[in-house]
T-cell receptor, first 112, second 114 residues
Framework: QEKVQQSPESLIVPEGAMVSLNCSFS?????SIWWYQQHPGKGPKALISIFSNGNKKEGRLTVYLNRASLHVSLHIKDSQPSDSAVYLCAVRKNTGYQNFYFGKGTSLTVIP | EAAVTQSPRNKVAVTGGKVTLSCNQTNNHNNMYWYRQDTGHGLRLIHYSYGAGSTEKGDIPDGYKASRPSQENFSLILELATPSQTSVYFC?????????????FGEGSKLTVL
């Protein structure tokens, strides 16, 4: 079974800071890697995904994937109080069915 | 925007009672999923479905059944609820394609078993 580990568990930053979240996974054959954002009392919402080694940028978000080191990171530029949420890393695998394995999440608080 | 609706949003049940959590999606997605989320754990897959009439066991299926009577609806059934099943349950849908394969989640159903 895929193991997905996230760090740090929690993070508190001032508004405008650059935020870096980390995720490691156990199988280099994993398919796409997703980052989800979850606000309190809400369901997770997809933010950005990556499949190939390298980086991908969408707005204030940049994701980096290194399959050799089994590591992916999410960077949030110019963080806002509305970015305060739990961020989940999810690894998609096609093991006879389309399944996603989730990390425990990183709780981000952005202080105005 | 893809829509997944869960009901009830909150439920209190007694040990040994039957609980049914319902999920409806208007995305016309083939795949639907039930996850549970507990402190200290990530989202864990209970059951999933490829389409109407199909249900498959996920990673933690014990104590749960599922039903997919139509493309839109997917239910999670706890025949004999236990306190260990107290959790927040999320339904999700996905197109199951070979692309990135985004999941769309509902808002969650908080279940407390006393």
């Amino acid at each position: 079974q895929e193991k997905v580990q996230q760090s740090p568990e929690s993070l508190i930053v001032p508004e405008g800071a650059m935020v870096s979240l980390n995720c490691s996974f156990s199988d280099s054959a994993s398919q796409s890697i997703w980052w989800y954002q979850q606000h309190p009392g809400k369901g997770p919402k997809a933010l950005i995904s990556i499949f190939s080694n390298g980086n991908k940028k969408e707005g204030r978000l940049t994701v980096y994937l290194n399959r050799a080191s089994l590591h992916v990171s999410l960077h949030i530029k110019d963080s806002q109080p509305s970015d305060s949420a739990v961020y989940l890393c999810a690894v998609r695998k096609n093991t006879g069915y389309q399944n996603f394995y989730f990390g425990k999440g990183t709780s981000l608080t952005v202080i105005p | 925007e893809a829509a997944v609706t869960q009901s009830p949003r909150n439920k209190v049940a007694v040990t040994g009672g039957k609980v049914t959590l319902s999920c409806n999606q208007t995305n016309n997605h083939n795949n639907m999923y039930w996850y549970r989320q507990d402190t200290g754990h990530g989202l864990r897959l209970i059951h999933y479905s490829y389409g109407a009439g199909s249900t498959e066991k996920g990673d933690i299926p014990d104590g749960y059944k599922a039903s997919r009577p139509s493309q839109e609806n997917f239910s999670l059934i706890l025949e004999l609820a236990t306190p260990s099943q107290t959790s927040v349950y999320f339904c999700a849908s996905g197109d199951g394609g070979q692309g990135a394969g985004q999941l769309y989640f509902g808002e969650g159903s908080k279940l407390t078993v006393l």
